[in-house]
């Protein structure tokens, strides 16, 4: 037989098994990363929140989402938090204007070329969650032996409103004092330390990890909080100290405060 008629039909016998190879050793995959133009900040009873509206998407092949970081620097300082992931939100709007949002806790999914995926991912910080809830918990149990459990073995039940409280002269004392005593002003002013979302610039750096470790995408972006924006953040806290009372008395808690800044990708992004 002919030699180069032979190393063709040899070829021609391999070429699937060195496709199959090219394409999984040697043809890297690769995903975008792409923000819509906001990002949405706030401080709850878990610490900082970073949202970010998304567009993922992969080329050459799928890419295994093991996890999604995200490392926030605040410019004046440098001062940082690292978010991990917790939760994707994938929001439908109905014609009638009313928003039916379905929560999912953030876990490995699959980018598919050609088939990019929009999720709004929430990120959080795991360390700071549990030094807040922490505070949170003393704070709550220091409520409920000043003045909870003292109500209740009054009364045996919680208050049906706010009102009722005035009935009891005593109970509403120690609500007056719990109200501007040291617990208070101690947790208040040790989250106000903890709080995170000063006016300035921040610098957002984003990276997606692939099970097997072979891709970590990094993306750089950016925005910027006013001196109203957090103002308006760090009431917050106040919510978060209320919502004791709110659980016992009935009484109406201020709601969760969000910014919505716009984020830009930085020059430098790499």
């Given at each position: 037989?002919?030699?180069?008629?032979?190393?063709?039909?040899?070829?021609?016998?391999?070429?699937?098994?060195?496709?199959?190879?090219?394409?999984?050793?040697?043809?890297?995959?690769?995903?975008?990363?792409?923000?819509?133009?906001?990002?949405?900040?706030?401080?709850?009873?878990?610490?900082?929140?970073?949202?970010?509206?998304?567009?993922?998407?992969?080329?050459?092949?799928?890419?295994?989402?093991?996890?999604?970081?995200?490392?926030?620097?605040?410019?004046?300082?440098?001062?940082?938090?690292?978010?991990?992931?917790?939760?994707?939100?994938?929001?439908?709007?109905?014609?009638?204007?009313?928003?039916?949002?379905?929560?999912?806790?953030?876990?490995?999914?699959?980018?598919?070329?050609?088939?990019?995926?929009?999720?709004?991912?929430?990120?959080?910080?795991?360390?700071?969650?549990?030094?807040?809830?922490?505070?949170?918990?003393?704070?709550?149990?220091?409520?409920?032996?000043d003045v909870g459990k003292p109500w209740y073995?009054?009364?045996?039940?919680?208050?049906?409103?706010?009102?009722?409280?005035?009935?009891?002269?005593?109970?509403?004392?120690?609500?007056?004092?719990?109200?501007?005593?040291?617990?208070?002003?101690?947790?208040?002013?040790?989250?106000?330390?903890?709080?995170?979302?000063?006016?300035?610039?921040?610098?957002?750096?984003?990276?997606?990890?692939?099970?097997?470790?072979?891709?970590r995408f990094v993306g750089n972006f950016h925005?910027?909080?006013?001196?109203?924006?957090?103002?308006?953040?760090?009431?917050?806290?106040?919510?978060?100290?209320?919502?004791?009372?709110?659980?016992?008395?009935?009484?109406?808690?201020?709601?969760?405060?969000?910014?919505?800044?716009?984020?830009?990708?930085?020059?430098?992004?790499?």
């Amino acid at each position: 037989m002919d030699p180069i008629a032979s190393a063709i039909a040899i070829f021609a016998a391999f070429q699937p098994w060195l496709i199959k190879a090219y394409n999984r050793y040697i043809v890297r995959p690769e995903a975008g990363f792409l923000p819509a133009h906001s990002a949405s900040v706030s401080f709850l009873d878990s610490g900082p929140m970073l949202g970010l509206v998304a567009t993922l998407n992969a080329k050459n092949k799928d890419v295994l989402v093991e996890k999604i970081e995200a490392t926030v620097v605040r410019a004046s300082d440098n001062a940082k938090h690292d978010f991990e992931w917790s939760a994707l939100i994938d929001p439908q709007v109905s014609l009638s204007g009313l928003q039916d949002t379905k929560l999912e806790q953030a876990s490995p999914l699959v980018i598919r070329p050609g088939f990019p995926i929009k999720k709004n991912i929430l990120f959080w910080d795991p360390n700071q969650m549990e030094e807040i809830r922490s505070l949170v918990s003393d704070y709550n149990s220091a409520f409920w032996q000043d003045v909870g459990k003292p109500w209740y073995d009054e009364h045996g039940s919680l208050p049906e409103n706010p009102d009722t409280i005035a009935t009891s002269p005593r109970i509403l004392e120690k609500w007056k004092a719990f109200l501007h005593g040291t617990v208070r002003s101690d947790t208040y002013a040790r989250l106000n330390d903890l709080f995170f979302w000063r006016e300035g610039e921040y610098e957002v750096r984003v990276s997606i990890v692939s099970e097997d470790r072979a891709l970590r995408f990094v993306g750089n972006f950016h925005f910027k909080l006013s001196e109203g924006d957090s103002k308006t953040l760090r009431l917050n806290i106040v919510t978060i100290l209320d919502q004791a009372l709110s659980s016992f008395s009935g009484m109406q808690s201020y709601p969760w405060n969000w910014n919505y800044p716009r984020i830009k990708r930085l020059n430098d992004a790499s």
